[in-house]
């Protein structure tokens, strides 16, 4: 199982990010994907999740109405599209999933995509 972040940079408050996580090694379209972020000297925090069909998503109620999550099932990748950023969302994004494995679920979680959020 990999999956593998891209798409943070440096944007100024009020700007816009898409982020991307590429999955390999499961079947993608069975499980559910998630985004967290982890802001210096913060716990990690789950941002949104969304179904394996993409019909159900949840967002963290601080980005309600600026953050997308979607997936594209035939290119195994996940997305957050971030709009109105603000400083506050500076982090370090991860995805996750839950995966079964033989018998067992286990967590899988990308390295990581930087997003600074500055003027």
């Known amino acids: 199982v990999q999956l593998v972040e891209s798409g943070g940079g440096l944007v100024q408050p009020g700007g816009s990010l898409r982020l991307s996580c590429a999955a390999s090694g499961f079947t993608f379209s069975s499980y559910a994907m998630n985004w967290y972020r982890q802001a210096p000297g913060k716990e990690r925090e789950l941002v949104a999740s969304?179904?394996?069909?993409?019909?159900?998503?949840y967002y963290v109620n601080s980005v309600r109405g600026r953050f997308t999550i979607s997936r594209d099932n035939a290119k195994n990748t996940v997305y957050l599209q971030m709009n109105n950023l603000q400083p506050d969302d500076t982090a370090v994004y991860y995805c996750?999933?839950?995966?079964?494995?033989?018998?067992?679920?286990?967590?899988?979680w990308g390295q990581g995509t930087q997003v600074t959020v500055s003027s």
């Open positions: 996750k999933s839950t995966v079964r494995i033989q018998s067992a679920f286990r967590d899988y």
């Open positions: 969304i179904d394996n069909v993409g019909g159900s998503k």
